[in-house]
């Protein structure tokens, strides 16, 4: 049985005050997860590690150093996912080598970016943002992971130029988002996304529905 989950995330900038709160913004969006934890006495760690190779490093540093504990790397994809296997993809695009004791489980993906939950759920975007908000620029599409990475932030920042809060920001705008959003669409439209919340709550012998 798993007495720690520890998560590996990239993002937030360089900072430590940016980093604790996208750390909080994930907390707030994985909170279904963090309940099966509490319920269950698991430890829950959420660990903010700045660049994507950052991640990488402090992933494989937690292998030997907290061995007891289920280590998982989150990271954003950068790219359409063209395999069955994060791993694989992490291979062509980064050159990243599994570590030799870990399966897919230990490997999840913002697809392609995690800017693409966002647009996920519109109702909330727009109810952030608020008057001034453009929902006709976002982009429509049931999979919000098949929609280039680049066209996605362009459209964030369209979408909210005219917004009192003003143009889409990720270090000032996404750990707001993240609390905000609703998990049930998100996983609807994002199935890497999905494929979190499902292989962590099936590895603290529960479901997320």
Known sequence: MIREIRIYIEGGGDGKNTK?????????????????AKSQKIKWNIIICG????????????????PAAFNVLLVDAEAPVNTQSPWE????????????????????????????????DIETLTKYYGQGFRENVIPKNSN?????????????????????????????????????LDVAK???????????????AAKMGSSAS
């Open 20 to 36: 604790a709160l996208i750390r909080e913004g994930f907390s707030q969006f994985l909170k279904p997860l963090v309940e099966i």
């Open 144 to 180: 919000v992971e098949n929609i280039d990475k680049d066209k996605l932030f362009d459209s964030l920042q369209k979408a909210t130029c005219n917004t009192s809060k003003g143009e889409y920001h990720k270090i000032n705008h996404a750990f707001k988002l993240l609390a905000l």
């Open 186 to 200: 998100v996983r609807q439209a994002s199935p890497y996304c999905d494929r979190l919340f499902t292989t962590l």
């Open 51 to 66: 660049s994507r190779n950052n991640a990488f490093r402090d992933f494989r540093n937690a292998l030997k150093s907290h």
């Open 89 to 120: 993809h992490l291979k062509i695009r980064d050159n990243w080598d599994a570590p030799a004791s870990v399966d897919d489980s230990y490997c999840h993906l913002m697809v392609q970016t995690m800017d693409a939950w966002f647009i996920a």
